[in-house]
């Protein structure tokens, strides 16, 4: 699969453990992420468990939420070990994935004025 192929297609297994992680990071329960996206709860726990199938839409929905680009929370549902024969685009990708991750962990615990 090359890079290009992986970033149009999203993984729900993949999503799915991306969406618990913004969630956890961001410090929301199922029920109160349930709420910003319009959705019941078990619309949520379907999700993280993998029974949904995932659009852009739901990507973009899930992505204000959580006050993200859709971009960054499809990046971070991608797999780098899934990248065939390119080593540099990997490293690329897990960089992106690591530098992501850091941005949503500062920007949870900025407070302004300190």
């Known amino acids: 699969m090359t890079i290009k192929e992986m970033m149009i297609k999203i993984d729900p297994v993949l999503f799915g453990q991306a969406v618990k992680k913004v969630r ?3 410090k929301l329960s199922q029920r109160r992420l349930a709420k910003k ?8 726990q379907s999700l993280e468990n ?3 199938n995932i659009s852009i ?3 973009r929905k899930l992505a204000k939420s959580f006050d993200m ?3 960054a929370l499809i990046i971070l ?3 780098p070990a899934k990248i065939k024969g390119d080593k540099s685009a990997r490293k690329l990708l897990e ?3 690591n530098l992501t991750e850091t941005m949503l962990k500062v920007k949870q615990s900025y407070k302004p004025g300190q």
Do not use: H, R
Request: a neutral charge.
């Open 77 to 79: 549902s991608k797999d």
């Open 57 to 59: 839409a739901t990507a």
């Open 50 to 52: 993998v029974d949904k």
């Open 95 to 97: 960089a992106v994935i």
């Open 69 to 71: 680009p859709t971009s």
């Open 37 to 44: 996206v319009g959705q019941p709860i078990n619309w949520i």
């Open 24 to 26: 956890a990071i961001q």
